[in-house]
């Protein structure tokens, strides 16, 4: 270390003044700048360096992170010095970078297709870009599909997200693929390859009219849906929900017990139990990681007596029985009657230091 330096105002004209000096002087390479928030002033200390030539700057937050949120001194203090320490081991480690241009591919990849995907492909298939949006399920929607209503107008779920799932189906600058997932990604900013795996759903979805009561009729495996989050049924050929997109059959091979009943009763031969996997190598500019939420397990605050007691409820279980689409067709039959009276305790789970997943509610009822 060259030179050390205090001074109250850093951030002001007569402060960055001194460091330009300094830097001129001493000729300085490197510089750490112990004091606010890097988001508020980190721009105006790199600006300053960068008009002298100097580009590896390092922000300590002595701050907001420290003097600000401690009340006792000394604590304050010794996390000071910590984090000016750090700083200035990580600093000596820092390589100037040179800015440079170079073209970008003038394509996205989407990953997840939920209503924070599907609006994040349709805002950029609407300024002309060709989208490649990727989802897990069978389906696009991801859990808004799941809800009734929506907060904080009340308006129908369904009714705000079908016209958006319709429109990824048919805009010519999305390039959909369902049941898949992103394998491996490889390149830089700018220059991405992805390569995508989408899984087969023994089902044709060039042939397959989406009417799935004739197959599934005919299927006599019945498991419980992931849809309904195990509070309805579906066969193993199933549609997640009758607003799929796309409205294709798929086969869960993982319950399918191969009888092909469904295969002889499709007549217009959609079945295809010899249908492999595709892989698709994509070029991207820009990937955005849309991939939603995972509901907290509560099984795991035992206390609430969720999976002990059927009366107990996740919000989304309760969200599917009072869905007018749900498996009980709006109706909340709980061990088989309507409860007169429901509480809800809410963020179960939200406060847990090793399951810091998602705000989860778990209704009881």
Same mark, same amino acid.
């Given at each position: 270390?060259?030179? /050390?330096?205090?001074?109250?105002?850093? !951030? *002001?004209?007569?402060?960055?003044?001194?460091? =330009?000096?300094?830097?001129?002087?001493?000729?300085?390479?490197?510089? &750490? &700048? /112990?004091? !606010? *928030?890097?988001?508020?002033?980190?721009?105006?200390? #790199? /600006? !300053? !360096?960068? *008009?002298?030539?100097? =580009?590896? &700057?390092?922000? /300590?937050?002595?701050?907001?992170?420290?003097?600000? &949120?401690?009340?006792? #001194?000394?604590?304050?203090?010794?996390?000071?010095k910590a984090l000016v320490r750090s700083a200035v081991f990580r600093v000596a480690l820092l390589e100037p970078l040179s800015a440079s241009k170079r073209a970008v591919v003038p394509r996205a990849l989407v990953l997840g297709g939920g209503i924070a995907g599907i609006t994040a492909s349709l805002e950029l298939a609407n300024m002309g870009f060709h989208v490649y949006l990727v989802e897990k399920s069978t389906s696009i929607g991801g859990h808004m599909a799941q809800l009734d209503k929506t907060f904080p107008t009340l308006d129908c779920s369904a009714c705000i997200l079908t016209p958006k799932m319709s429109e990824i189906e048919h805009n010519e600058n999305i390039e959909l693929f369902t049941n898949a997932e992103v394998e491996h990604v490889e390149g830089s900013v700018g220059d991405f390859t992805a390569r995508i795996r989408v899984r087969s759903r023994f089902v044709s979805a060039t042939k397959c009219r989406g009417c799935i009561s004739e197959c599934a009729e005919h299927c006599p495996v019945e498991v419980e849906s992931e849809f309904d989050v195990g509070k309805g049924k579906r066969k193993a050929i199933f549609i997640a929900f009758p607003q799929a997109v796309p409205l294709v059959a798929t086969i869960d091979p993982r319950k399918c017990i191969g009888c092909r009943l469904c295969e002889l009763a499709c007549e217009f031969e959609a079945v295809d139990f010899y249908e492999k996997d595709k892989v698709f190598d994509v070029n991207v500019g820009a990937i955005i990681v849309a991939t939603g939420f995972k509901l907290f397990d509560a099984r795991k605050e035992p206390k609430y007596g969720y999976g002990k007691f059927k009366e107990v409820l996740t919000a989304l279980e309760f969200e599917r029985l009072s869905n007018a689409s749900g498996p009980t067709g709006g109706k909340i039959i709980v061990n088989g009657r309507e409860p007169k009276r429901v509480v809800f305790i809410s963020c179960v789970g939200s406060r847990r230091r090793s399951d810091l997943i998602a705000l989860v509610y778990a209704a009881c009822i």
């Open positions: 270390m060259i030179i /050390a330096r205090d001074y109250e105002y850093m !951030c *002001s004209k007569s402060g960055q003044e001194i460091i =330009k000096k300094d830097i001129k002087d001493l000729k300085l390479n490197k510089i &750490v &700048v /112990a004091a !606010c *928030s890097p988001h508020m002033h980190e721009h105006t200390f #790199r /600006a !300053c !360096c960068a *008009s002298e030539g100097l =580009k590896c &700057v390092e922000i /300590a937050n002595i701050r907001e992170q420290c003097s600000w &949120v401690h009340t006792a #001194r000394k604590e304050a203090t010794e996390k000071a």
